[in-house]
């Protein structure tokens, strides 16, 4: 299964490594979800990151999961040709998911070779499950979600905004809690980790 999957903490910073990692972006079509920012109040790296999308020759077609149709959502997750799901709140962002069916599809997707591109809450729902999140994000944002199981598309937990402010502290807290218990990957704003099949690369931009 040759999966490929593009998790960042701050996609701005890294978009550079994209074009490196996937060839022919050009005029390629992109399944934009911002579903994790609806809850947030900084949002700015929803309009930075279509931006750098853009500047790679990508076509952003937005797909909001918490307004659209199920057949919207169907459509564009398997008509594009990659996916892409912002930053923002994990919890809400899974609960919308699992409410509209989208995480299968997007599973689906990634199994037949779709690259994947998680910024931040995007990557965090990679890994099996997202409780080691919740000192980061609110799980009360999310009164629906029954339980914190995620996409499990990798076996390691990403951990965004390592070394970055305002979430250096609790990136910290987080690692020092659960290192123990969890595969966890650390990645600071300028890193990526790039998953081609099962050869798992952290790159620095």
């Known amino acids: 299964m ?27 079509r992109v399944t934009f979800i911002p579903t994790a920012s609806v809850v947030e109040e900084v949002v700015f790296y929803v309009k930075s990151g279509k931006k750098a999308l853009e500047k790679l020759g990508l076509i952003v077609d937005e797909l909001e999961l918490s307004t659209a149709t ?34 299968k599809l997007i599973i689906d997707g990634i199994n037949t070779g779709k690259l994947y591109i998680g910024e931040s ?7 099996p499950n997202i409780e080691y999140i ?3 994000d609110s799980p009360e944002k999310a009164p629906d979600l029954e339980n914190f199981n995620a996409l499990s598309l990798v076996d390691f937990y990403t951990m965004p905004h390592y070394t ?16 123990s218990k969890l595969n966890l990957q650390p990645i ?4 990526a980790i790039l998953v081609h099949g099962n050869e798992i690369t952290v790159q620095s931009n």
């Open 2 to 28: 040759n999966k490929k999957l593009f998790l960042s903490s701050s996609f701005e910073d890294v978009a550079t490594l994209l074009s490196n990692f996937e060839e022919n972006l050009n005029g390629k």
């Open 70 to 103: 199920v057949e919207e959502i169907e459509l564009k997750i398997t008509s594009n040709d990659i996916i892409y799901v912002t930053g923002g709140n994990t919890f809400f962002l899974m609960q919308e998911m699992k409410r509209t069916g989208a995480d």
């Open 121 to 127: 809450a995007g990557a965090v729902i990679t890994a």
């Open 134 to 136: 919740s000192s980061m």
């Open 164 to 179: 970055n402010q305002p979430y250096k502290k609790m990136a910290h807290k987080i690692v020092e809690d659960y290192s």
């Open 188 to 191: 600071s704003n300028n890193q």
